[in-house]
């Protein structure tokens, strides 16, 4: 079974200049996720998907930050314009979904370094 | 307000011997817990899980131990090995919809030395 697909895997950009990133989750799984790990802490939700709705953006800053899963798969997630402290780890994870179990599966993560 | 705490930022044993990994949390309404693995440039590996119905799993060398009264996990691995060297992440969330989000600690790098 193929893992979390993510794109780029590093990408660095001037303040103010926006980027995007990819995902890809695993096949089936319902529930998709954006984190955010900054050096030194834990991943911090920022979205969540179910199928193709939002479930939960409460921690997304939306003024600079967007994100969309279209189809209920794939999903992207922008930043626009960027700002120095946007610099981290952006990962992205999935879940088939359903009650019980929480396992969530992680793809490798996008390192964005803003200068 | 940090709802899930790793206390202890390093830990480092010996090949062989045991390795326990603390975590602390504050929310009540956790009721699954999980241990991830980090490897540098590698997002997080799913290690073991428990639900708070239960106060300890095991899978192999990996034992995760929960003491609800406490708000306290601990991950017990025995007997280490080098390859084991990473950064354990512990996660929480409730249950249903938005609940399944998952609240990290800030970590706990161990090193198992040869």
């Known amino acids: 079974e193929a893992g979390v697909a993510q794109s780029p895997r590093y990408k660095i950009i001037e303040k103010r200049q926006s980027v995007a990133f990819w995902c890809n989750p695993i096949?089936?799984?319902?529930?998709l996720y954006w984190y955010q790990q900054i050096l030194g802490q834990g991943p911090k939700l920022l979205i969540q998907?179910?199928?193709?709705?939002?479930?939960?953006d409460s921690q997304l800053p939306k003024d600079r930050f967007s994100a969309e899963r279209l189809k209920g798969v794939d999903s992207t997630l922008k930043i626009q314009p960027a700002k120095l402290e946007d610099s981290a780890v952006y990962l992205c994870?999935?879940?088939?979904?359903?009650?019980?179990?929480?396992?969530?599966?992680f793809g490798p993560g996008t390192r964005l370094t803003v200068t | 307000d940090q709802q899930v705490k790793q206390n202890s930022p390093s830990l480092s044993v010996q090949e062989g011997r045991i390795s326990i990994l603390n975590c602390d949390y504050t929310n009540s309404m956790f009721d699954y817990f999980l241990w991830y693995k980090k490897y540098p440039a590698e997002g997080p590996t799913f290690l073991i899980s428990?639900?708070?119905?239960?106060d300890k799993n095991e899978d192999g060398r990996f034992t995760v131990f929960l003491n609800k009264s406490a708000k306290h996990l601990s991950l017990h691995i025995v007997p280490s090995q080098p390859g084991d060297s990473a950064v354990y992440f512990c996660a929480a969330s409730g249950s249903g919809g938005s609940n399944y989000k998952l609240t990290f600690g800030k970590g706990t790098l161990l090193t198992v030395n040869p």
């Open positions: 998907f179910q199928n193709n709705g939002v479930v939960d």
């Open positions: 428990i639900s708070s119905i239960k």
């Open positions: 994870a999935s879940r088939k979904g359903g009650g019980g179990k929480n396992e969530q599966y």
């Open positions: 096949s089936g799984h319902a529930t």
